[in-house]
């Protein structure tokens, strides 16, 4: 674990981003795995899982063209849209995070880790205000095949939201403290949720807009 | 320093959400009226620009273009496989039903 407060050697810098350079060939900076390599193996792996689903939503959707279309154009695309850049500015700004964290700019790193749970929070009442729309419009989990597929990946997406938040705790109580401070823990944390974020990216584009 | 990498930061997030409003654009441009069309070339745009999107969150947002050359391989590779997952699928779903 890397800890922050007197870090070793002595940084360069690419794109603002402090890299440690002591490289075997010279001018070049050192490449580094974002975080802890275990949350990329866990990344790699719920990639896979997902795309599993996908194949599965896909196969099902070609065998019932005509269902799929007809309960899809009761999603509002415009909620889907939303929602996606609300997870997109979230992402964001955890990026801003780690760069901040990274400069020793630890103030900015804490303001940004709070607007990534904010955008996080916005996702979640958004998400929970179409559920509730579907259901008074009588789309529930029996209703059909869609709608099926629909509320067990937007759920299971939801619940990867809600485990990032407690990730996103981590990472503020990291921060928080000069003595805790550690950018390997700051960066796993930000790995997560980019990783919540990339996973609703073909979740909106199945659901909503593949015809 | 800072500064410019904050402004890479906003391109990054410009283009992925205006790819996410180019949704907008696709989504009904192959429907008539309320009805909603089959289209394979709708599909297959919209899942290629979802992947677009996930390769540029994983080397700019999840800084994959620093990482070693393992990881950005492996990354890139799981794009690659999620795009003939995709894309096979829905291709042989449409071809055997």
Same mark, same amino acid.
């Given at each position: 674990?890397?800890?922050i ?27 580094f ?34 269902l ?46 709070f ?15 179409e ?36 990730v ?29 974020d990339?996973l ?6 199945l ?5 | ?22 949704? #907008? +654009?696709?989504? !009904?441009?192959? /429907?008539?009226?309320?009805? $909603?069309? @089959? ?29 070693? #050359? +393992?990881?950005? !391989?492996?990354? /890139?590779?799981?794009?690659? $496989?999620m @795009? ?14």
């Open positions: 674990m890397t800890n407060a007197g870090a070793g050697s002595a940084p360069d810098e690419v794109d603002g981003r402090s890299v440690a350079t002591d490289t075997k060939d010279g001018d070049k900076p050192a490449k795995v974002p975080g802890q390599p275990d949350m990329w193996a866990f990344v790699l792996f719920e990639t896979l899982l997902f795309t599993s689903y996908w194949v599965v939503y896909l196969i099902f959707r070609t065998q019932n063209h005509e799929f279309l007809q309960s899809q154009a009761d999603l509002d695309l415009r909620i889907g849209v939303f929602n996606t850049i609300v997870l997109l500015s979230s992402s964001w700004s955890v990026a801003r995070c780690v760069q901040a964290s990274r400069e020793g700019r630890f103030r900015a790193a804490l303001t940004n880790a607007l990534t749970i904010f955008f996080g929070f916005v996702f979640l009442v958004s998400k929970m205000f559920w509730i729309k579907e259901i008074q419009m009588g789309n529930t989990f029996t209703t059909n095949e869609f709608f099926q597929h629909y509320y067990f990946l937007t759920s299971i997406h939801f619940l990867h939201v809600l485990i990032g938040f407690v996103m705790g981590v990472v503020v109580y990291q921060l928080w403290s000069p003595a805790r401070r550690s950018q390997q823990l700051v960066e796993t944390g930000a790995t997560y949720w980019h990783t919540v990339f609703w990216v073909p979740i909106f584009a659901l909503y807009v593949v015809r | 320093m800072s500064a410019t990498f904050n402004k890479r930061l906003l391109v990054v997030w410009l283009v992925l959400s205006s790819m996410t409003l180019g949704y #907008v +654009l696709i989504d !009904r441009s192959v /429907d008539e009226g309320g009805t $909603l069309r @089959a289209s394979a070339v709708v599909t297959v745009s919209t899942i290629v620009i979802a992947l677009i999107k996930v390769r540029i969150i994983f080397r700019e947002f999840m800084e994959t273009r620093h990482a070693p #050359v +393992l990881l950005r !391989r492996l990354t /890139d590779g799981w794009v690659l $496989l @795009a003939l997952c995709l894309l096979g699928s829905y291709f042989v779903g449409m071809a055997v039903r």
